[in-house]
């Protein structure tokens, strides 16, 4: 790996804009054929997503992953969302019993439109495995596979089977792999992405490390087809997580899957857990993130999403913030 930097040390360089109003500039993505608002995903995580906010997204036109951490609700789940006519997308495991799940949903002709692999270490045997098992019994699934790190997880996990490969591993806000490993993409994300998209032949998720809506065109321009945030997801009206209040402040509880909030026990922890500011309605923050990326659209002189892969960037020395705090 040659440079290497973060989402902080990048600036994309602005062409002339070709429309008249941001307006015009079309944020939708393609995803494993069927076309969704934004290139944005909130994390398969218990705080961020739960069946009533699926249902929300799948409704107004946005991708979701449901989390795989209640596996009991995945098959009235995913009846559910088949008598809406809404897309049917869930998370599963490499443990034995996911064998059986799999197999179950085939026999009750229950095929879910994605099916993501939510594993820590995505470069492994197991994933390739289930993978082949997926595509043996429900062939009509796209399965998202992951979590890699390196372009030979990447080309790996493809031929395998994988229609799609999710990339991050240590970058995410309550994530604590880096400290209690010393592995993983942590603080040298963005260059991870693009070292991993040059070699993929299939859409990549990138996934944690975003702080910002910028971090979105970002992540498009060095090779993302769709974006999983967990954070910036965290905390409103909607969310799954406990509210609490302190100083006359509203917070919502924020914890890892691999924390022991999550797992119920202190082994192999790898998350924490975090309160994070209240933040009102999560339509708010969709159609937030819809105004930016069409203004990083039109600062990229295009009109559509994919002309932001076409900018150039540079690397700054400093932080782009300054020290200034994000918000
Ligand atoms: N994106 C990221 O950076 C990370 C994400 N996570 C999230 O935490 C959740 C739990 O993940 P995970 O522990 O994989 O899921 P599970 O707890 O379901 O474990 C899956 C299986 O993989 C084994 N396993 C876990 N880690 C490794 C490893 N490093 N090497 C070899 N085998 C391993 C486990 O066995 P055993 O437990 O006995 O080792 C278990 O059999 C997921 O939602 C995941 O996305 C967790 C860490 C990093
Ligand atoms: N190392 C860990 N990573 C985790 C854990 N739980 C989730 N995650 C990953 O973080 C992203 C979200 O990142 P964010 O920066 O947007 O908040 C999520 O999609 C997972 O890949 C964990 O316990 N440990």
């Given at each position: 790996m040659d440079n290497v930097f973060d989402y902080e040390d990048i600036q994309l360089i602005p062409a002339k804009s070709v429309v008249k109003s941001r307006s015009e500039c079309d944020t939708s993505v393609n995803f494993g054929g069927h076309t969704f608002k934004l290139p944005v995903v909130p994390a398969n995580m218990q705080t961020i997503i739960d069946e009533k906010i699926a249902t929300f997204l799948a409704e107004n036109g946005y991708f979701y992953i449901m989390h795989r951490f209640q596996p009991e609700k995945r098959i009235d789940f995913i009846k559910d969302m088949k008598a809406r006519g809404l897309i049917a997308s869930i998370s599963v495991g490499v443990k034995e019993g996911e064998y059986d799940f799999v197999k179950q949903l085939a026999e009750e002709n229950l095929v879910p439109e994605y099916i993501t692999i939510d594993i820590a270490h995505g470069h492994s045997n197991a994933v390739i495995e289930m993978i082949q098992h997926i595509k043996k019994y429900l062939p009509d699934s796209f399965v998202i596979a992951g979590n890699v790190g390196t372009p030979d997880a990447v080309r790996e996990l493809e031929n395998a089977g994988a229609d799609a490969t999710k990339v991050g591993i240590g970058?995410?806000?309550?994530?604590i792999t880096k400290i209690k490993t010393g592995f993983g993409t942590g603080g040298w994300q963005l260059a991870a992405l693009r070292w991993c998209a040059k070699a993929a032949s299939k859409p990549i998720i990138a996934d944690?490390?975003?702080?910002?809506?910028?971090d979105i065109a970002k992540s498009v321009r060095f090779g993302a087809s769709m974006v999983m945030i967990g954070s910036l997801f965290a905390g409103h009206e909607e969310s799954p997580g406990e509210t609490i209040e302190k100083d006359g402040k509203c917070y919502k509880e924020y914890f890892g899957s691999a924390s022991e909030f999550q797992?119920?026990?202190?082994?192999n922890v790898e998350g924490k857990k975090m309160y994070v500011e209240h933040k009102g309605a999560l339509m708010d923050t969709l159609t937030e993130m819809e105004q930016d990326l069409q203004s990083s659209i039109s600062y990229a002189g295009g009109r559509k999403l994919q002309d932001i892969r076409k900018v150039d960037y540079v690397i700054v020395k400093n932080s782009i913030f300054n020290g200034d705090k994000i918000y």
């Open positions: 970058p995410g806000k309550v994530c944690g490390g975003i702080r910002t809506h910028g797992k119920g026990e202190r082994k």
